[in-house]
């Protein structure tokens, strides 16, 4: 365990087809807890299209025990087993190839492989856990059809599932029972699956659009069938979508989600059979929030999407990740946007996009600027669970989503068929699908390559001219990478495609018709229009402008790249006020507080007294009151900038100055805009049965802000009032949570009046819901983002709730809901000056390395920006950094800890 892991870098230069190929594979398992037991035969024969026609054929295998091996019925000498697998020399041209070997399910605490939960079988397979289960060519680019029999415990593992269709079952002896399972498709081994135990489903049959009926399956622990409705609908809306949108259909008689409380991730899409984490299955009204039904729509579309983009077509190598998940991402957000009613209503769209946004730029643009910068299709890793990143995810969704904005949906449509076409049963790369968009749409995407290939945030100044007498405007773009990490400037080579979406507004707020010189008169004139950039410097000129015209830029936010432009504080209200586009009238609002709240952060650093102009506050207000936009469009407008986002738009990012400023705002407004606050709350009430709908959703999310806005008042009697109430009477999680979260905030800002309140809620919501997992970690994770207050840090509170009997460091929704909740969520607690946060940090990531390195890498990634800080962070984030350098051992957490200090 102490022995540092060695660091092998792999290349995508370096691909090289493999030596052989499996076509077939047939499993068995005996499955029994601390020793399993596993059977594999395998057709192999030698790969034609290999390079080297003599190579020994080499498995991966880890954490195995190998028993026998025979090559075609023969026991096999040449054989050399070491810690990454075996190599079996001397082998014919095609042959059967039989492989016994044993793993140990019990103590396997990584979730990667074969591993129990809650005394019930689970496998994890991507990207490389395959290989824990037994020796393969763990890779992707080699497909097989799977048959897997299964042999456990009658009673102990009633239940025994595996990918594709169940073709037989029935009794052992000695109390045992078998069952045995075909999947018709090629696959890679990342896909396979297995699940046993004591589980129960929800089910029903639908019949797809070709006229065959389905079966349809949701398999949870016997104690949550009732919490399994909203995951089979969204399934059923999935499948119905896809048929839709574009004309992918179910392929198996069986489509089976099972639901785990032990598990790395989300979800996974393994072949008919996908594994979630049960934080994206199990939700009633009492227990999830209207932000996790949402996530779970989002999340079974997401895992039934792959079943096209991932596994019918999959990845010739690991390098193209994310070509199945960038475009199953897009899949997953068009879905979404499209069941909140976005398909006919822009600004019910809108409230999706700006979600994702917000992901995008918090997470992916600040990943972007770091030493972890990769392209979406990176050049090379050390541990592939790593890449598993927002570069890949959410950047190669806007990737994907920049083909449709450049040739609309239609245009996406004709490249998704073609690419089906030619790929479908194939193992192929992000070059592949570019191909295949040109093509259906004759156009050359040379250019558009280096999306694939430049690391960075792409920055983009524009200049505008308006010539009064000629009655046009010229529009300058010119792109640039601005200041980029040295790992993100490596990449770079020049220019991108970038699609950027403007309109224009007159001095009344409408928008003005946009021709181009050149274009003909009686063409007609759209209002918003897609600029396609592709030099260094570009300039477009629009005639007939008879004002001088306010632009609305990257409309929608066509483009994942950083705008440029001087607005007026003056011209951003104006935008917020008037902007057709319900992306940009967000946007307007979060550049003039952004702009705000950076400059109160100066103004902390320099121990300034702090003033909020007043116009922001009247911009503000207007937006509270402006009943023509939606609650949830409103709640949005209303969110300021996080902390988190505020302070990596700092030179040297200040989490106490921004902490404080951002204060001093929510105070100001609170105070000035009272009676709106009031006036708000009282107004979204949703009375009634609880239901998650869009609308239902955006009039809570309104009304919980309002309350939390209220909270910041010097006066808590108002907001002490409305909460206390609101704890007791709601009817559902997200009131009562919300109602939590502001309690444990009033605690922080006036002790004397609501510290026993805070604290009977506590201790009310715990045994109300201490039989349910997902609930306590809320109860866990409320805690730990906690502000500090009246002399208490919350980094106190963290750490005796590690001491609760019901945290549990093996298990990572919990560790998610305490220590990242802590590291990565409350950035004025956890960068405190005296050290204590890091200091935690690195104890805990040190501590989970030995457990699950996948989760402690996670964790790691907390500090990869330290570089990014004011001196006085550095120095102690540094030293906190070498300690885990020095005492972990996963290749996992090396890898960040390296890049982050080299
Ligand atoms: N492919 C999964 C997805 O839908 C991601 C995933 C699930 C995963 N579990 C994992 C990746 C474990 C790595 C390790 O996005
Ligand atoms: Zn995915």
Redesign the pocket.
């Known amino acids: 365990m102490s022995k540092p892991a060695e660091t092998t870098v792999i290349r995508r230069a370096d691909y090289t087809p493999p030596a052989f190929l499996i076509d077939n594979v047939e499993l068995e398992f005996d499955l029994v807890p601390e020793r399993t037991l596993v059977r594999s035969t395998l057709r192999v024969r030698r790969n034609p299209q290999a390079g080297d026609a003599a190579a020994d054929l080499e498995l991966a295998g880890e954490a195995l025990e190998l028993l026998s091996l025979t090559v075609d019925a023969r026991a096999h000498d040449a054989v050399t087993v070491h810690d990454g697998g075996l190599v079996v020399s001397n082998v014919p041209e095609a042959f059967e190839l039989v492989i016994e070997n044993a793993c140990r399910p019990a103590t396997n605490t990584t979730l990667?492989g074969l591993y129990v939960s809650n005394g019930n079988f689970f496998t994890?397979c991507?990207?490389e856990?395959f290989r824990r289960i037994t020796y393969f060519l763990d890779r992707p680019d080699v497909m097989a059809t799977y048959r897997v029999t299964l042999r456990a415990d009658q009673a102990a593992y009633p239940v025994l599932l595996s990918n594709g269709n169940l073709v037989d079952s029935g009794t052992l002896p000695h109390g045992r029972h078998y069952a045995k399972w075909e999947d018709p498709f090629r696959k890679p081994s990342y896909l396979f699956a297995l699940v046993a135990g004591k589980l129960v489903a929800r089910e029903q049959t639908m019949t797809t659009r070709s006229g065959k009926e389905k079966l349809l399956q949701v398999w949870v622990e016997p104690h949550d069938l009732d919490k399994t409705g909203h995951a089979l609908d969204s399934l059923v809306r999935a499948i119905r979508w896809d048929e839709q949108r574009f004309g992918l259909e179910l392929d198996l008689d069986r489509f089976m989600i099972v639901a785990v409380s032990d598990?790395?991730?989300?979800?996974?899409?393994n072949k008919g059979l996908n594994i979630f984490n049960t934080k994206y299955v199990l939700a009633n009204a009492q227990s999830a929030t209207d932000i996790d039904f949402a996530n779970i729509e989002s999340v079974v579309g997401?895992?039934y999407f792959?079943n096209w983009t991932?596994n019918r077509v999959t990845c010739r190598d690991w390098f193209q990740l994310s070509l199945?998940?960038g475009l199953?991402v897009f899949r997953d957000q068009e879905f979404s946007a499209d069941m909140a009613g976005g398909a006919t209503d822009p600004a019910a769209a809108a409230v999706k996009r700006i979600d994702d946004v917000r992901v995008l730029r918090q997470m992916q643009f600040a990943e972007d600027a770091g030493p972890m910068a990769h392209p979406v299709r990176p050049e090379s890793y050390v541990e592939i669970?790593n890449f598993?990143t927002v570069t890949v995810?959410e950047k190669g969704a806007e990737v994907v989503r920049m083909y449709q904005t450049l040739f609309g949906r239609d245009g996406l449509r004709r490249g998704m068929d073609l690419y089906f076409k030619r790929h479908d049963g194939q193992a192929v790369t992000c070059d592949d699908f570019r191909a295949a968009m040109a093509d259906a749409n004759h156009r050359d995407l040379a250019q558009f390559e280096r999306w694939y290939s430049q690391a960075g945030t792409p920055r983009v100044a524009v200049r505008t001219a308006y010539d009064p007498m000629a009655r046009t405007l010229t529009l300058t773009l010119a792109q640039h990478y601005g200041e980029s990490s040295p790992q993100a400037a490596q990449t770079q080579k020049g220019p991108l495609l970038i699609p950027f979406a403007l309109g224009l507004l007159d001095a009344q707020g409408r928008d003005m018709p946009l021709r181009l010189q050149g274009e003909p008169a009686d063409a007609g004139a759209a209002t918003t229009r897609v600029l396609e950039l592709t030099d260094t410097e570009q300039s477009f000129t629009f005639v007939d402008i008879a004002e001088k015209p306010l632009p609305s830029l990257l409309r929608n936010f066509s483009a994942p790249v950083i705008v440029e432009y001087d607005y007026t504080s003056d011209e951003l209200a104006f935008l917020l006020a008037h902007d057709s586009d319900p992306f940009n009238r967000w946007e307007a609002g979060q550049r003039l507080a952004t702009r705000a709240l950076l400059s109160l952060a100066t103004q902390v650093q320099q121990h300034e007294p702090l003033e909020l102009p007043a116009a922001f506050i009247a911009a503000f207000g207007a937006v509270l009151r402006d009943a023509s936009l939606s609650p949830a469009l409103r709640e949005q407008a209303l969110t300021l900038p996080s902390e988190t986002y505020l302070a990596e738009q700092m030179d040297e990012a200040d989490p106490a100055a921004v902490h404080q400023a951002r204060q001093f705002v929510r105070r100001r407004l609170a105070a000035a805009l009272r009676e709106d606050w009031l006036a708000a709350y009282d107004m979204h009430r949703t009375p009634g049965e609880y239901d998650p709908n869009p609308a239902d959703a955006g009039k809570r999310a309104l009304k919980n802000l309002a309350l939390h806005y209220l909270a910041e008042l010097d006066d808590p009697t108002d907001a002490l009032r409305l909460t206390r109430a609101q704890f007791d009477e709601a009817n559902n999680m997200t009131d009562r949570a919300a109602a939590l979260a502001t309690l444990i905030t009033l605690r922080a800002n006036a002790p004397a009046q609501a510290q026993a309140a805070a604290q009977a809620a506590l201790d009310a919501f715990y045994r109300r819901h201490k039989d349910d997992a997902l609930v306590i970690d809320k109860w866990f994770a409320l805690q730990a983002q906690q502000r500090g207050g009246a002399g208490r840090r919350t980094l106190d509170t963290v750490r005796e709730l590690m001491r609760h009997p019901a945290f549990n460091l093996k298990n990572p929704n919990r560790v998610r809901a305490l220590i990242f909740s802590f590291c990565a969520t409350n950035p004025d607690q956890f960068h405190l000056s005296d050290g204590s946060g890091y200091a935690f940090w690195a104890e805990q990531v040190i501590a989970l390395d030995a457990i699950n390195p996948?989760v402690a890498a996670r964790l790691t990634r907390s500090l990869e920006r330290w570089r990014k800080f004011v001196p006085a962070l550095r120095e102690p984030m540094r030293a906190a950094l070498e300690k885990v350098a020095a005492d972990a051992s996963s290749k996992d957490v090396r890898e960040i800890v390296g890049k982050a200090l080299a």
């Open positions: 990667s994890q991507e990207a856990g598990f790395n991730m989300g979800a996974m899409e997401h895992e792959h991932g199945k998940e199953t669970n598993y995810y996948q």
